[in-house]
């Protein structure tokens, strides 16, 4: 019997408010220990002192045993062993019902197999002296085999058994030597207007000397097989649009898909100036440009989304990047860097009313990129160095020109004012005016202008006020409003571009010269007549000089157009000129194109629907001379 856990602490020491020795805890741990010994612990058995057995195992007891049985809590949940640690010998006294088995070595011995069921079995090879199916062969297909007849006539017409070799080749000879016209051949109803073949199931139509082309439907798909060492080419016109060969399909014009695409691997756009459309009417490229990049376009606007796939987002979390990079260099010591980086940064932990996020600039000299620039989700702009903005440098608290004897002017808008609490001016000079000696001023008289608040008066009756800068000097007015009078001998937008607002703009007459519409953003326009005096091109990049009428397409030029009728007349000519069917035959040129031998597979015009039917089988289809010589049959060699 077995050592059952006692406790140690008898007088109760480890208890709320004693002080508790190390050799309380030590007394208890030992105990403890003791009962779980290996040899000496708690067994289970059921025995007094001992606990009850063991009858269920598990992280959720989900295996029972008991005196009779050991299975699962719930059926086809556990397994016995794993694919890598597996039990050795299973020696069963009774019998093993197994649903499915699978068993990969040794040997059945002294078994039936389906002895109360019917079972299926698939054998790599079935060998005995004597294979026996006391009733019936089911093959594959499903079809029931329950005899082997030799019947020269195959009279039986069973549709459960099977024929000799020998009957067959006599069966198929006497009928072919009665059939050697295409026309008698086909006259059991396998033709379709009198000019069709029509072949069951796997019957083949054969190519080429080594019938390296075969095209055939096997009750499921439509197959066309090259066996050849050759191209699969389809041909228009006789220019090859699309080839098939063991390295991949060519296609030589554009492919339309209107379903999904999955491509496995690569997918290259080996053209200059290659283009990706998206949408129904191609709203948004992408256009690759030479040794630059990509140039993304859009209708409205082009926008890139980077969407995080956290669903918790937590401070300091980065919902987006975009990484400028050093080169893929294989020595040095800046290659695979990071140059520059732009980062969407979550501020706090996101939430259903919290979602602040600050936009991080980072820029780097010889080390991974550092944050320079901080945008907050409060509009907070936070910069760790000097700041330069056109002639003005801002560091640390000092804001200087770099434009050599540069001015700096603070220019408050509207009401506002320019306010300094304290100021010292160290230069210059302030002539001739007493500025707010006492309190501040509310109104400068200078000669015939009064300066009062935001306005600017002439005292003057009828007095202009001229703004006159010296020599090439402007007058720069960052916001103006003019409610009436006359704009004379003005050039609006001379220097730099100007926008206007107007209620109505109407151009009668005159010309646009010069002048790009739409070029930052598309632009529409309506026009009675749109004349392309040199190139109309095209949004996939052909550029159409000409629409040409040309039935014979003489000038085979690249940047035409062709009409509907010349387009048909053209092809009319050329598909009758080098088609090798017509109502007579059919003409194989074989694998040497081009040569002067060819094969005719002719047809005498027929008096009666006529059929040619080829058998269920695979073989080759020959001429051969009958004995005498005096006549040639079709014979079949099955293979």
Request: aromatic share 4%; glycine share 10%.
């Amino acid at each position: 019997m077995g050592n059952g856990y006692t406790r140690n602490d008898t007088i109760n020491n480890i208890a709320d408010g004693n002080i508790i020795n190390a050799a309380d805890f030590d007394g208890e741990y030992d105990a403890i220990e003791s009962a779980f010994n290996s040899s000496t612990g708690h067994t289970h058995d059921g025995t007094s002192g001992e606990g009850g057995p063991v009858t269920v195992l598990g992280p959720v007891q989900d295996f029972v045993a008991s005196t009779t049985e050991i299975k699962p809590k719930t059926t086809n949940t556990l397994d016995i062993g794993t694919s890598l640690l597996k039990f050795k010998n299973v020696h069963i006294a009774g019998t093993a019902n197994l649903p499915t088995v699978d068993i990969d070595a040794g040997a059945i011995d002294g078994t039936v197999i389906g002895a109360n069921s019917a079972a299926a079995g698939t054998f790599a090879a079935l060998t005995g002296t004597t294979v026996t199916a006391s009733t019936n062969l089911t093959l594959a297909s499903g079809a029931t085999v329950t005899a082997i007849l030799d019947e020269d006539t195959l009279s039986s017409d069973s549709d459960t058994s099977l024929a000799t070799q020998q009957s067959i080749k006599a069966y198929v000879d006497s009928q072919v030597a009665g059939a050697n016209e295409l026309s008698e051949i086909l006259s059991n109803g396998n033709i379709t207007a009198g000019t069709g073949i029509d072949l069951i199931d796997n019957d083949k139509i054969r190519f080429g000397t080594g019938n390296d082309l075969e095209i055939f439907h096997n009750a499921t798909d439509s197959i066309i097989n090259d066996a050849g060492t050759g191209s699969l080419k389809i041909q228009q016109g006789g220019t090859t649009r699309i080839e098939v060969s063991t390295t991949g399909i060519n296609v030589t014009d554009d492919v339309d898909i209107n379903g999904d695409l999955d491509v496995g691997d690569d997918i290259s756009l080996s053209s200059d100036g290659a283009i990706i459309n998206f949408g129904a009417d191609s709203e948004i490229t992408l256009t690759h440009e030479h040794n630059t990049g990509l140039q993304a376009k859009s209708a409205n606007g082009f926008e890139l989304n980077l969407q995080t796939s956290h669903t918790s987002v937590e401070s300091g979390d980065i919902l987006g990047k975009i990484t400028f990079n050093a080169p893929d260099e294989a020595s040095g010591t800046d290659s695979l860097l990071d140059g520059a980086a732009i980062e969407a940064v979550a501020e706090d932990t996101f939430a259903s009313d919290n979602n602040s996020t600050a936009l991080v600039f980072k820029t780097n000299t010889s080390a991974a990129a550092a944050e320079r620039m901080r945008i907050k989700s409060d509009g907070t702009i936070q910069m760790d160095t000097q700041v330069d903005i056109d002639n003005i440098t801002i560091n640390g608290n000092a804001i200087t020109s770099t434009d050599t004897n540069g001015n700096i002017d603070l220019t408050p808008n509207g009401t506002g004012e320019v306010n300094i609490t304290k100021v010292d001016i160290d230069s210059g000079a302030i002539d001739g005016v007493t500025l707010g000696t006492n309190s501040a001023i509310t109104e400068l008289q200078i000669d015939n202008i009064n300066i009062n608040g935001n306005a600017i008066t002439s005292t003057d009756t009828n007095g202009n006020i001229a703004l006159t800068p010296n020599g090439t000097g402007e007058v720069d007015i960052s916001k103006v409003d003019i409610d009436a009078g006359t704009i004379d001998g003005t050039v609006i937008g001379g220097s730099s571009a100007a926008a206007g607002t107007f209620t109505t703009l109407n151009a009668t007459s005159g010309a646009i010269d010069g002048t790009t519409i739409g070029a930052s953003s598309a632009a529409a326009g309506t026009f009675t007549n749109l004349t392309a005096s040199t190139n109309l091109t095209l949004a996939s990049g052909a550029t159409v000089t000409a629409i040409l009428d040309q039935d014979n397409m003489s000038s085979n030029s690249d940047t035409s157009l062709a009409t509907q009728q010349s387009i048909k007349a053209y092809v009319d000519s050329t598909v009758g000129a080098a088609s090798n069917v017509s109502n007579t035959g059919i003409v194989f040129d074989g694998s040497t194109t081009g040569d002067s031998v060819t094969t005719t597979l002719a047809i005498t015009d027929p008096t009666a629907n006529r059929t040619f039917t080829f058998a269920d089988e695979s073989g080759t289809v020959s001429t051969q001379a009958f004995a005498n010589g005096a006549a040639v049959a079709l014979a079949i060699a099955l293979g």
